[in-house]
């Protein structure tokens, strides 16, 4: 209930900042991205023979052999509102986020994936298995210059708070042997992997500014990891995200008009 709530106030609160002033709002798109590593989620378990690795003068069993990785990528529809003559802006808009997770191992060697059933133990040999989320969101940011020409160019730094509902979700194995491929549910079933209805996370970047004569603003920037405030948003892994980058062009509402 409580993420409910949240959402129905970050919603409120962009149309309150943008009902106030309608005549400075501009309109625009953003899209970004980044990579995502992790620790594996512990309700996967493999069974392998003993890998060597002479390089690094050590032994890999089981589990230790998978690795985990995922990618987050995004577009928004974006308002935004700058203020206190350009040095502050507030943004907000609709933002859709897709997430795609892996697990693997390195090398031309399989996994064997450890699943206990009502006929005893199980060993699925596999090639890696797939996780793919989409959401959709409502973000809420503020962020303030630093220094620059503010009316023509600016460096700044951003915070910002999302919440948003899961629209989408797809967990794929990849079996070895296409026969075990009627295993997939049964297996994804008894792992309980299914990822939460509902995602909210906090943010932030360092970003450049340039503001054409028009009025058109070209925004880039650096964006930080993000921070889950919610819990179980992966089942495969426990993301740590990588810095990321992601741009965004904004035009006045009347822009067009006067073009």
């Not at 709530?5 to 919603?11: A, Q, S």
């Not at 203020?83 to 996994?111: A, C, M």
């Not at 880039?220 to 179980?232: D, G, M, Q, V, Y």
Request: aromatic share 14%; hydrophobic share 40%; proline share 3%.
């Amino acid at each position: 209930m409580k993420n409910y709530l949240l959402l129905l106030f970050i919603f409120c609160a962009c149309l309150s900042i943008d009902a106030q002033n309608v005549s400075k709002l501009r309109i625009g798109f953003e899209m970004g991205g980044s990579a995502m590593m992790g620790e594996m989620n512990d309700r996967w378990e493999f069974r392998k023979p003993w890998n060597h690795y002479s390089g690094y003068d050590s032994y890999y069993y089981g589990s230790d052999n998978a690795e985990g990785e995922g990618n987050m990528f995004y577009v928004r529809l974006k308002t935004e509102l700058p203020l206190l003559k350009d040095w502050v802006t507030l943004s907000s808009g609709l933002r859709y986020t897709y997430f795609n997770e892996r697990i693997f191992t390195y090398g031309d060697s399989h996994l064997y994936l450890f699943h206990p059933s009502q006929q005893g133990i199980e060993l699925f040999r596999i090639n890696d298995i797939n996780e793919s989320l989409g959401y959709l969101s409502l973000p809420l940011e503020a962020d303030v210059a630093i220094f620059g020409k503010v009316h023509r160019w600016q460096v700044f730094l951003k915070g910002g708070i999302q919440a948003g509902i899961k629209v989408h979700d797809k967990s794929r194995i990849g079996f070895v042997s296409k026969e075990m491929e009627k295993y997939e549910s049964e297996i994804l079933v008894a792992t309980g992997s299914s990822p939460s209805n509902f995602m909210s996370s906090i943010y932030g970047s360092v970003g450049f500014r340039f503001i054409f004569d028009n009025q058109l603003r070209i925004t880039i920037e650096n964006s930080l990891p993000h921070l889950f405030l919610t819990k179980n948003n992966f089942s495969l892994i426990s993301p740590e995200g990588i810095p990321g980058i992601q741009a965004s062009v904004t035009v006045p509402l009347n822009f067009f008009s006067h073009n």
